[in-house]
T-cell receptor, first 116, second 116 residues
Framework: AQTVTQSQPEMSVQEAETVTLSCTYD???????LFWYKQPPSRQMILVIRQEAYKQQNATENRFSVNFQKAAKSFSLKISDSQLGDTAMYFC?????????????FGQGTRLTINP | DAGVIQSPRHEVTEMGQEVTLRCKPISGHNSLFWYRQTMMRGLELLIY????????DSGMPEDRFSAKMPNASFSTLKIQPSEPRDSAVYFC??????????????FGPGTRLTVT
């Protein structure tokens, strides 16, 4: 089965610390996309970062970077110099083939709390 | 850019009643998605339209759910009759291209539905 798994339901760090959120996925495809979305308490889902599987270079967006390990099917998100505004649910997602249809499949999410 | 617009933001209804959720995608986007988010099941894709045509409705729970996209700027998700287990947050999202292209999906603020 093609799935996306986030094994950390909750995480908590102090402001300014670095935190890494884990994600693994399972797919038989050779090219696909991986995403991290953020859902703050306001509930609005916002794209944080995107990675195309055939690109070896890890994507980076300011304080956010990924560690993409294609062979291990791992896609972790690193947040550097964490800020209070980073407090949110974080969802890993990938475009997977499910029952013959391509769709964006989300993991169960990791609730991240940044403490002052 | 106004973003994806959803209405209503909150809906409380009694079991058996018809519920209609509305969505206006971002202008120029040709793909539209309806998702449902619950604590138990996470974020699930219900249906996906491309150029106003339903591409994948395999996530629609049952015949009580129906979705339409009469034009590029409007979509509805209808539940008739509603049941307490339909209580969830329903998100609409749009993107400039298909899922296969790895395009960012822009989410609306969601509709919180409570069926009593």
């Amino acid at each position: 089965a093609q799935t996306v798994t986030q094994s950390q339901p909750e995480m908590s760090v102090q402001e300014a610390e670095t935190v890494t959120l884990s994600c693994t996925y399972d797919t038989s495809e050779s090219n696909y996309y991986l995403f991290w979305y953020k859902q703050p308490p306001s509930r609005q889902m916002i794209l944080v970062i995107r990675q195309e599987a055939y690109k070896q270079q890890n994507a980076t967006e300011n304080r956010f970077s990924v560690n993409f390990q294609k062979a291990a099917k791992s896609f972790s998100l690193k947040i550097s110099d964490s800020q209070l505004g980073d407090t949110a649910m974080y969802f890993c997602a990938s475009d997977l083939q499910i029952q013959g249809a391509q769709k964006l499949v989300f993991g169960q999410g990791t609730r991240l709390t940044i403490n002052p | 850019d106004a973003g994806v617009i959803q209405s209503p933001r909150h809906e409380v209804t009694e079991m058996g009643q018809e519920v209609t959720l509305r969505c206006k995608p971002i202008s120029g986007h040709n793909s539209l998605f309806w998702y449902r988010q619950t604590m138990m099941r996470g974020l699930e894709l219900l249906i996906y339209f491309n150029n106003n045509v339903p591409i994948d409705d395999s996530g629609m729970p049952e015949d009580r759910f129906s979705a339409k996209m009469p034009n590029a700027s409007f979509s509805t998700l209808k539940i008739q009759p509603s049941e307490p287990r339909d209580s969830a947050v329903y998100f609409c999202a749009s993107s400039r291209g298909s899922v296969r292209g790895g395009y960012e999906q822009y989410f609306g603020p969601g509709t919180r539905l409570t069926v009593t």
